[in-house]
């Protein structure tokens, strides 16, 4: 109990002391306003939907290949949380509770997929203010195979459905995340509800929060951006940089986590006996499918296929291929052996450190953030876990929240144009603007502490809220048994 309230003290005082930082000193991606004054738009996210036009106005016309590598990418995230997610934390549990990580990945990914059509797309993707968008587009309400959504290039769009199920996996891979830091002990029907709170307002607001803004397209001059801009997400409005979801995503993720872990308290036999993973083999195969569908996540989050994609996709091949290498040096200088383990670890930290990193980072700024978030989470998986005496079991916290952490933080350093990155946009000039790494820092932590705050103060309220009505532990008996029987009635092997 000691060490809960002090690291959610420590959660608290990072989350606050965001807010007294001063305002960033670096323009965020300007945008600009439709060119046709007759159009009618909605904003939705990353960029602006035709909605409808009072007068005779051609639309612009969607590119076959952008929307062919959308809906690529949108099947390469699926790929990631079903079954790539799902074997490789199964993998790490005991054979005993191997059925019930696959079942409860499985189903938060069919319950977040029905809940984003139904509210969770226009929370987080309509104007409303800087913390929550509206409720226009409940149930997709308006949304037509015509409708279009903007890219991050002026005049560029995408069909808007494609753009509702790209962002659909963000929305149902991210809780599933969560559940690594408590696997083997938590009841089905308690994790099943706080999902539902945390998505409703952790996942959502974050992600209206971070990437909801007017689009390019909104921005044809400084009085047009100022109006568009006000218009924006919370953290958007502070220049926060987040190009696939560090802080939406795997901080989000990860800081609940390590909340939910101290809740529920630690496995029997923590420290004590073996726990030790079933299937290094499954784990292995789930995280070579996290890997490959990664390129989905982090490239398809361009929108379009051009060069910058290109650029994205080698960040993501190389920073993954750095942290494995660092991961395995750490580990076999530190331990005497290299493990799989630790190398399919290390390659998700690195996928974690690059995902906000992958469209500002030049490839050797991202080999440097993988070494290092590969580095720094075997430190945190080994270390802090033990000194602290949190029961992390897969470490959710340790790869999603740590290494979100560097790869949110790491971006300000990464994107300089001095040291190979891309800078940041300024679509008013139509070119790089002048860039502070000082001020972007200042930006990026805007959105790693908020993040933390935000999370934290959620699920400690949800996690509570659920253990007083339903509980959240199995008894001591159905953990000892193993969740596939006790909770689902079969297993996952039959010998």
């Not at 720094?376 to 005496?389: D, H, M, Q, R, W």
Request: aromatic share 12%; with cysteine; hydrophobic share 55%.
């Amino acid at each position: 109990m000691k060490n809960f309230l002090n690291i959610f003290i420590l959660i608290a005082l990072l989350g606050f002391a965001g807010f007294s930082l001063a305002e960033p000193a670096v323009e965020t991606p300007a945008a600009t306003p439709a060119e046709s004054t007759a159009v009618e738009a909605v904003e939705t996210g990353q960029g602006i939907v035709v909605a409808s036009s009072t007068e005779a106005v051609t639309p612009p016309a969607v590119d076959k290949g952008d929307t062919a590598w959308m809906m690529v990418s949108t099947v390469l995230v699926i790929l990631m949380v079903i079954p790539g997610l799902a074997l490789f934390y199964g993998g790490m549990v005991r054979a005993k509770n191997m059925l019930s990580v696959l079942m409860q990945v499985f189903v938060i990914f069919s319950m977040m997929a029905i809940l984003w059509s139904v509210y969770g797309y226009s929370i987080a993707f309509t104007e409303g203010n800087a913390f929550f968008g509206g409720l226009s587009k409940m149930f997709l309400l308006g949304i037509t195979p015509d409708s279009q959504a903007a890219t991050f290039s002026k005049g560029v769009y995408i069909p808007e459905y494609i753009y509702v199920a790209f962002q659909l996996t963000f929305a149902c891979i991210t809780p599933a995340l969560i559940i690594g830091a408590f696997a083997e002990r938590v009841k089905f029907s308690a994790i099943l509800a706080f999902m539902l709170i945390w998505f409703t307002f952790a996942y959502l607001p974050m992600a209206h929060m971070v990437w909801f803004w007017a689009g390019p397209d909104a921005y044809t001059d400084s009085a047009a951006a100022d109006t568009a801009g006000a218009t924006a997400g919370f953290l958007f409005q502070k220049g926060a940089l987040d190009f696939a979801g560090g802080t939406v995503v795997h901080i989000n993720a990860g800081i609940a986590g390590l909340i939910g872990c101290l809740i529920v308290g630690r496995r029997i036999g923590f420290q004590k006996e073996s726990l030790a993973p079933h299937s290094v083999t499954l784990t292995m195969v789930g995280a070579s499918l996290l890997w490959v569908g990664w390129f989905g996540f982090n490239v398809g989050s361009n929108l379009e296929a051009n060069g910058l994609s290109t650029l994205v996709f080698v960040n993501t091949l190389l920073a993954t291929a750095a942290a494995t290498l660092a991961w395995t040096a750490a580990e076999w200088l530190i331990r005497g052996k290299p493990s799989m383990l630790g190398g399919a670890s290390g390659a998700i930290a690195g996928l974690v450190a690059i995902t906000p990193a992958c469209g500002w980072s030049g490839p050797m700024g991202a080999i440097v953030l993988g070494l290092v978030a590969g580095a720094a989470c075997f430190g945190s998986v080994t270390s802090l876990k033990s000194k602290l005496g949190y029961d992390d079991s897969l470490d959710a916290f340790g790869v999603h929240g740590i290494g979100g952490i560097i790869g949110a933080l790491g971006t300000a350093v990464v994107a300089s144009p001095a040291l190979g990155g891309t800078g940041v946009w300024d679509y008013v000039a139509n070119g790089v603007a002048e860039y502070s790494m000082s001020g972007q820092f200042i930006s990026q932590l805007w959105g790693v502490c908020v993040s933390i705050l935000w999370s934290g103060t959620v699920a400690f309220f949800a996690f509570k809220f659920v253990d007083m009505t339903i509980g959240l532990r199995v008894s001591e008996e159905a953990e000892r048994v193993g969740l596939d029987i006790s909770e689902h009635g079969e297993t996952a092997y039959h010998i």
